[in-house]
């Protein structure tokens, strides 16, 4: 089937050449067509152009079953990538919420057993059903509000049957939703209760044993670790990452949220696709990822539900840097998937513009969770993934209307949701 998208006010983040990835001043630069129109064949966009362009008889004659829709007075962007999730998790963490609103840091709760190790606790008492069924909710609840593509890490199981658990349940998600999914294998995010004081001895399990058996099955595209103050140790994090490597899963890692962890070079070091948090960052954080391979990535949530300091996204991009920006979905520090309202705290809290944090959002971060050829922009040959939004003025508005839905219509592999 095909679709035909007619009278777009405005047809966002096209690309004639798709790019890997928009760094520096160009990321103020995001193409458009004005009153344009969109083809998609299949599940992938066939054509695009300015409406007088388009010639109607020609794609009737192409095209058997062609489907109109009219765009009039919307604009249509490509879905969001949302490339650092935690999305399958059990429960939720409200007392946590009140507590950290009493005054209790991020550090502190962890340290009472609260935090990630909390979520282990849930999920290790959850069925595999009961897990995916939640985790299935949440991807329709963000698919709605314009996600396209989403990365989703383990990490809530912490011995090797549940980090199992896990990934298994992300790779039925994988095969069972329209939405673009990798995931990351992520036994290093917390010190498992089982291994308290004995850091170095969880790290050998997740070397020995869980690495193997996940690479067994196929089951991580990339492999994540906590390298951060009082989680684990930029030493830790290299013998992690080289296991990884060795079974051809690539790195994409937490760094730099509490402390100037050492994380975003040694992630640099192993040509992390990503570096993510990324709070504290400074001159050297930024030389050693200029010239690299490694998408830093910020996550506004994550720092504005734990109040924490921003990381200095201008300076990275007056660097010359691209950033990527994520939503960090998770029942700790960030519980929104909402990508919409991530380029808002992007624009209010990062001084972004509106065309840096749709940049951010789509190119860099499909980049980020390595499907820039498949997503994050309209391009021929990709994925048909957008959205057609509300009547609206202008690009500018999406974040300027912080608390508003604007996504009208969610197409995913060229069919409406
Ligand atoms: O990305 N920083 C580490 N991990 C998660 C938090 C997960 C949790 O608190 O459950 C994050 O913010
Ligand atoms: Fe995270």
């Not at 999730?85 to 550090?107: F, P």
């Not at 595999?128 to 383990?154: D, N, P």
């Not at 959205?387 to 009208?408: C, H, R």
Request: hydrophobic share 40%.
């Amino acid at each position: 089937m095909s679709l035909l998208i007619v009278n777009i006010k405005k047809l966002v983040q096209v690309e004639k050449k798709p790019r890997k990835w928009v760094a520096g001043k160009e990321m103020t630069h995001v193409a458009c067509i004005e009153d344009a129109y969109l083809l998609t064949e299949g599940d992938r966009i066939a054509a695009f152009g300015p409406m007088q362009e388009l010639d109607r008889e020609l794609l009737e004659q192409r095209f058997d079953c062609l489907k109109e829709v009219n765009a009039a007075g919307r604009l249509v962007l490509p879905s969001f990538c949302d490339s650092h999730t935690h999305l399958v998790y059990a429960g939720s963490r409200e007392i946590e919420y009140m507590d950290k609103i009493r005054g209790l840091s991020y550090e502190e709760i962890a340290k009472r057993g609260g935090g990630i190790l909390n979520s282990a606790k849930q999920l290790r008492r959850a069925t595999e059903e009961e897990l995916y069924e939640a985790a299935f909710a949440r991807l329709e609840e963000i698919a709605g509000l314009g996600t396209g593509a989403v990365e989703i890490k383990s990490g809530y199981g912490l011995d090797v049957e549940s980090e199992l658990k896990m990934l298994r349940i992300i790779r039925r998600l994988k095969e069972n939703t329209p939405l673009l999914i990798k995931s990351t294998f992520l036994g290093a995010h917390a010190v498992p209760e089982a291994y308290t004081g004995r850091q170095t001895a969880y790290v050998d399990a997740i070397i020995n044993e869980m690495i193997p058996a996940v690479a067994a099955e196929e089951l991580a595209d990339y492999i994540d670790v906590f390298c951060d103050k009082g989680f684990f140790t930029v030493e830790d994090t290299d013998r992690i990452l080289n296991a990884g490597m060795k079974y051809g899963m690539r790195a994409k890692i937490h760094a730099n949220e509490l402390d100037y962890s050492g994380g975003v070079q040694v992630g640099v070091k192993y040509n992390a696709i990503s570096v993510d948090h990324l709070e504290y960052v400074g001159e050297a954080e930024i030389d050693a990822l200029s010239g690299s391979e490694t998408m830093p990535t910020v996550l506004p949530g994550a720092a504005f539900f734990l109040n924490m300091p921003c990381s200095p996204v201008r300076a990275m991009i007056n660097a010359g840097l691209p950033v990527a920006l994520a939503s960090d979905f998770n029942p700790g520090s960030s519980p929104s998937g909402n990508m919409k309202l991530i380029m808002s705290f992007g624009c209010v809290n990062y001084k972004m513009l509106p065309e840096e944090v749709i940049n951010a959002t789509t190119i860099n971060s499909a980049y980020a969770m390595g499907v820039q050829e498949e997503a994050g922009s309209i391009a021929v040959g990709k994925r048909a993934n957008f959205y057609i939004t509300k009547e609206i003025s202008g690009i500018e508005y999406l974040p300027y209307a912080y608390g508003s839905d604007l996504v009208e219509q969610v197409f995913l592999n060229g069919k409406q949701l």
